[in-house]
């Protein structure tokens, strides 16, 4: 006969047996092998010649070399990274690279000039999402082979077809795209004249401190040493755990399961900050939050509607109730640490004046709009201040929140209203924001530019134009004053209200240290990460 | 014979047809989303040009009918096509991520039976009582929270408080990629190979979700088995065995609970395919990477090909738990034969 | 029956258990009087019942009983714990989550009832008419029935609703499209048990037409087992309604439904625990007190059914 006594027993014999090996099963990661919890369900590929997203471009970034990199003790130049070198030609058409001898490949091949051409080669001729970065100076598969040359190992020789600034060329190769691959293992891996990009995408063949040994896509990613490299890294293996929630990062970081936590929310990392043996690391990044308004739909083809709504949101309570440590105010279109950023605050939540410059519209009652946003925190908490904020004004806001590519889906199709989204920089010259914010040359379908304005029907052909004559100033600090100029302009017309940038935190457990964390994913950099 | 043999293609056609529009829902479902499968592909800052091309690559510029004949052209020849999440083909990606959820439902299983099947029997022998009510109200409230909440509860209290049990995901780094892969169901593959660290380390890894996922889907076995034997009870073979003066434990479980284990199979079969849906929330909380994991992100990454070949997955183990059941019934029970 | 009211309790009693009921309406009313009568015995039924009459007058009382406006924010007072003036505490906007929580009733109980409302007569005149008519319309149905219970609630949910766009509406009609097909069984299983019988026969005899067979004489006999599956679907009408929420496809902020609420505040469950536990808790308890009724009536209407 069943007894209340044995079915207790029962249904405790599960958790005495964990008792017993709870050890065994909590003890901390080996001092060999760094766990990093993030959300890692965005990675594409890791081909240089196809990876866009933020995940899959940091682990490039840790595994392959460029030819230069940003200096990001100043953020305004750049220097050698693969490539010792370089000289320009007066016309600043040619650029001559001449390598560093003696950096190898994690096959134990030599890192030559030979590779470089190969991979930009590649990057043109593949032309997959980030193949514009490359083919935006005038590159096609047809000149290519012939303007980006090799006339010896140690030397590459880049013609341009066109005059660009030298500055945004040397930004654009230390974009992610300008990962330099192993020529001789890509093309052993080749099948039907892909370049070896299917082989590319689940590998990696760079000259980084680590390399690629296993993704399981939404599982994890492990990187080991590349054995070959100059740089002798701290930590030999690297475990990228996929960990969606922020609050089990955030306890697994706790119980010390995890080495590093990478997507706390405000709320988590205020927490953990107050705890003695962890480490905040902030760095910020070339990413923005604004609020974007269609010109194609109604209401919203008023400049002093676009007035009204940025004098309406109440950026500083938004900053520090909802965002403390993860954003900043920005209300610039060229984020702090991007050469020419602007970074005065022009605006401030002024109910009165958003008012008065609604009536001034024709407004005087307010209207109704949708708003679009990403359902995640901390989106769906911005979104719903900012409808709070609104709402003082008189406008309705409808919120419509949905998960992130069908937000993008229907940013694209210009079917939005109003929309809350980021914007991250391609590359770290400030063409990239300023065409993405500005630029519209053709305001129709058949577009071939259909970037932030032309998806808010943003047509301006005099900012269109000084975008265009920006990139092509060879005088540095012009330039920058250009850029300077356009954001002063932006602010007064545009239909963009520039709300935060984001701060990149990662969260340190107890005895770890040297996760260097960049303004770009490509930029954060494991090599120096040690445990105690 | 002939009759059987009726039976069996009546059977066959109707699951045929029913997977059928299984495939004909979702992939419609599918291509209405407001997703832009090329967004998935490129992401949202892929040029015009590139997207036009890749559209055309696909073949996603083709009309509705015509990408669904060719779908089902390669489904036929067992080829779901290829997932764009993970680079790799859906098949293949289901062989690797099914195993986990089979895993973790089949722990579950066998814990919700262990637990609910005596509490169902102890509430049944003392209807009416206390007892009876405390097992009731236990059992349910198992499925009356949101299993999200049961989850993230779990991991605060026996996790981070407790320090009992591990955290998430399948195994601890220190033992990944140690046991070779043989099942895919981790705790097997350890066993058989003798690795019995990483089984060990996996076991424990392995009892929080399926605890959880276990007393979510418990009410339902207790309610049954509870059901069944205050019917039996009833019986008047009962009423003999208590004349003929048989211990109370011996006419419980040898008379009573011997009649009812053939419609408790049911039961459990139809419990089963139900924790694979369990499983899609259970499996998101603990970063198990299973099945329900990889739908919803494939879903939620507009991932056509790798949602069409998940969903049939779970619909033909759905189908056919079904059928086992009703064969299970009819080929045991005495009354139905 | 005009002179029902003039008469005194006992004699009330004794026409409602009159072994032989006069009128099939004397009948019916018996027959539900004596099922109050058993499920009046059961206790824990009758907890149920009570909570839910409790949670249903709290969310129409909403307006009286709630302290503060559900959506007004007061971002500087965010993730405040209970007190005084905010019994529950505050969320991650600084709204009063027992104002929420009081509103948020009236969405996610007049979600549920939506779906039954949408659900139970869709399934009840599908599976009715499949049953009576037989044939190719009943194969047709019941493939159908199956096709839509292969797949996994929830993915079907989810992938309808993306489909849609996520909200409340779309979460109702969804739920509602995974929720017939038992109905639908269950109302044919019990039209073929009825179909054959001789009263059935005599009306047909009568000349009633096909669709008055099904919907006078029919339907109203298979309501029974459907009232008890409707209120054992109710908690998980409420769960599905929340797993939405929790994968993002449900209910949107600011809307108060206690699915979404638990869902957008998750991430506190370390730091502010309050925050998810009271919705949480709220659908705990209005799930089982739903689940609990429902077995106690799933016990006095028929104790033998199987699924």
């Not at chain 1, 000289?87 to 040619?94: A, M, N, R």
């Not at chain 1, 092509?472 to 356009?486: F, S, T, V």
């Not at chain 2, 832009?36 to 592909?41: E, H, K, M, R, S």
């Not at chain 3, 099939?24 to 099922?35: C, D, E, M, P």
């Amino acid at each position: 006969m069943l007894t209340r006594r044995s079915v207790l027993a029962a249904s405790a014999a599960s958790p005495m047996l964990a008792s017993l090996g709870a050890e065994d099963a909590l003890a901390a990661t080996p001092k060999n092998i760094a766990v990093m919890g993030k959300a890692i369900d965005d990675i594409i590929a890791f081909d240089p010649a196809q990876s866009y997203e933020f995940t899959d471009n940091e682990v490039d970034g840790n595994c392959y070399n460029k030819l230069v990199t940003p200096d990001l003790t100043t953020g305004t130049t750049v220097v050698g990274d693969a490539a010792e070198s370089w000289t320009v030609s007066p016309d600043g058409l040619t650029i001559t690279f001449k390598m560093r001898p003696g950096v190898k490949f994690a096959s134990g091949n030599e890192l030559t000039a030979h590779d470089a051409a190969f991979s930009l080669h590649r990057v043109v001729k593949l032309n997959l999402t980030p193949g514009f970065i490359v083919t935006q100076f005038g590159y096609t598969k047809d000149n290519i082979e012939k303007l980006i040359t090799a006339p010896d190992a140690q030397t590459l020789k880049m013609v341009l077809p066109k005059q660009v600034a030298t500055s945004f060329v040397l930004f654009c190769l230390s974009a992610n795209v300008g990962c330099i691959v192993d020529r001789a293992t890509v093309m052993s891996h080749e099948k039907n004249g892909d370049l070896g990009n299917d082989w590319l995408k689940t590998h990696t063949a760079g000259s980084g401190p680590y390399q690629l040994i296993s993704w399981v896509a939404s599982d994890h990613v492990i990187l080991e040493a590349n054995p070959h490299s100059a740089v002798k890294v701290g930590v030999p293996r690297i475990v990228i755990q996929h960990i969606p929630e922020p609050a089990s990062q955030l306890l697994q970081l706790e119980k010390g399961s995890i080495d590093i936590a990478r997507d706390l929310l405000s709320d988590n990392i205020k927490q953990i900050s107050g705890k003695p043996g962890f480490t905040v690391l902030t760095s910020g990044q070339a990413t923005s939050l604004y609020i974007g308004m269609n010109m194609g739909k109604p209401h919203l083809d008023k400049t002093e509607v676009h007035q009204a709504i940025k004098w309406a949101i109440d950026y500083e309570g938004i900053a520090k109730n909802i965002l403390p440590g993860t954003y900043e105010i920005a209300q610039n279109f060229l984020p702090a640490g991007l050469p020419g950023a602007l970074t005065d605050r022009p605006f401030k939540r002024d109910v009165a004046k958003a008012k008065a410059l609604l009536a001034q519209a024709g407004y005087p009652k307010g209207f109704s709009v949708t708003m679009d946003h990403f359902a995640a925190a901390p989106f769906s908490d911005v979104a719903q201040a900012v409808q709070a904020n609104l709402k003082d004004i008189g406008i309705e806001v409808k919120l419509l929140p949905a998960q992130q590519k069908q937000v993008f889906t229907k940013m694209r199709a210009r079917q939005h209203e109003l929309i809350m989204l980021q914007w991250g920089s391609d590359y770290f010259d400030p063409n990239s924001n300023a065409q993405a914010y500005c630029a519209d040359p053709d305001d129709s379908n058949n577009s071939k530019l259909k970037i932030l304005a032309w998806r808010c029907h943003f047509f301006n052909p005099a900012l269109t134009k000084m975008v265009e004559d920006a990139v092509k100033e060879l005088d540095g600090a012009k330039r920058i004053a250009m850029y300077q100029d356009m954001q002063r302009q932006f602010r007064q017309i545009a239909p963009f209200a520039m709300m935060m940038q984001q701060n990149a935190v990662a969260v340190l457990g107890k005895g770890v240290s040297g996760l260097k964390v960049g303004p770009m994913p490509d930029y954060t950099k494991y090599a120096d990460i040690r445990k105690a | 014979m002939s009759g059987r043999l009726r039976t069996l293609a009546a059977t066959t056609a109707s699951v045929l047809i029913t997977l059928f529009g299984l495939t004909v829902v979702t992939f419609f479902i599918g291509r209405v989303m407001p997703i832009d499968p090329i967004v998935a592909i490129l992401g949202d800052h892929a040029p015009p040009d590139v997207v036009a091309r890749v559209r055309i690559e696909l073949g996603l510029n083709r009309p509705l009918w015509y990408q669904f004949w060719i779908f089902f052209r390669n489904l036929i020849h067992l080829d779901l096509g290829r997932s764009v999440m993970t680079t790799h083909p859906v098949l293949h990606d289901i062989g690797r991520y099914f195993p986990a959820t089979f895993e973790l439902a089949t722990a579950a299983m066998i814990v919700a039976t262990l637990i609910g099947v005596p509490l169902g029997v102890l509430a049944a022998v003392r209807q009416g009582t206390r007892t009876d009510h405390i097992v009731r109200v236990f059992s349910l409230a198992g499925s009356s929270i949101p299993v999200f909440m049961l989850a993230m509860l779990s991991l605060v209290v026996f996790y981070a408080a407790l320090g009992w049990l591990p955290g998430t995901g399948q195994v601890s780094v220190v033992y990944d990629g140690i046991a070779p892969r043989i099942t895919g169901m981790l705790v097997i593959d350890a066993a058989i190979t003798g690795h019995w660290n990483t089984f060990y380390n996996a076991l424990l890894h392995l009892i929080q979700p399926a605890l959880v996922l276990a007393y979510f889907s418990m009410a339902y076995i207790t309610r049954m088995t509870r059901g069944f034997m205050l019917d039996a009870l009833r019986g008047e073979y009962i009423t003999t065995a208590r004349a003929k003066g048989l211990s109370a434990a011996r006419i419980v479980w040898r008379h009573a609970f011997g009649n009812i284990w053939v419609q408790l199979i049911t039961v459990l079969a139809l419990t089963y395919a139900g924790l694979l849906e369990g499983a899609v929330v259970t499996e998101t909380v603990f970063s198990w990477p299973g099945l329900g994991q990889y739908l919803t992100n494939s879903l939620l990454n507009a991932d056509m090909n790798a949602v069409l070949g998940s969903t049939l997955v779970i619909g033909v183990i759905y189908v056919f738990l079904n059928l086992l059941a009703d064969v299970l019934y009819r080929l045991m029970d005495p009354r139905v034969r | 029956m005009s002179d029902t009211s003039t008469m005194s309790g006992t004699s009330l009693r004794a026409w409602l258990l009159s072994d032989t009921p006069a009128s099939r309406r004397q009948a019916g009313w018996g027959r539900l009087y004596r099922l109050w009568r058993d499920l009046r015995a059961n206790p824990l039924a009758m907890a149920g019942l009570v909570t839910i009459i409790l949670l249903i007058l709290a969310a129409l009382a909403a307006p009286l009983l709630a302290p503060y406006s559900p959506d007004a924010q007061h971002l500087s007072n965010h993730l405040a714990p209970p007190s005084a003036a905010h019994w529950l505490g505050t969320d991650e906007l600084g709204r009063d989550i027992l104002s929420r929580l009081l509103w948020g009733g009236r969405i996610t109980l007049g979600m549920v009832v939506s779906v039954v409302v949408l659900v139970a007569p869709v399934g009840l005149i599908v599976g009715c008419a499949a049953g009576y008519i037989g044939g190719l319309a009943d194969r047709v149905l019941m493939r159908v029935t199956d096709v839509f219970l292969a797949f996994p609630r929830l993915i079907l949910a989810l992938a309808f609703v993306a489909a849609i766009t996520p909200g409340i509406t779309s979460a109702i009609i969804a739920i509602a499209l995974t929720a017939w097909p038992p109905y639908a069984r269950i109302a044919r299983a019990e039209t073929l048990a009825i179909r054959n019988s001789d009263f059935i026969a005599a009306t047909r005899l009568a000349g009633a037409s096909r669709t008055r067979i099904i919907l006078v004489h029919i339907m109203p006999l298979s309501l029974g087992s459907l009232i008890v599956r409707v209120s054992l679907d109710m908690s998980s009408i409420i769960l599905t309604a929340a797993a939405l929420g929790f994968l993002g496809m449900g209910a949107q902020p600011p809307s108060p439904e206690w699915g979404a609420m638990v869902a957008s505040a998750r991430r506190f469950i370390v730091n502010a625990w309050w925050v998810p536990m009271m919705p949480a808790m709220a659908i705990f308890v209005a799930s089982l007190a739903f689940n609990l009724l429902g077995d106690g009536l799933r016990d006095v209407l028929d104790p033998k059914q199987r699924s």
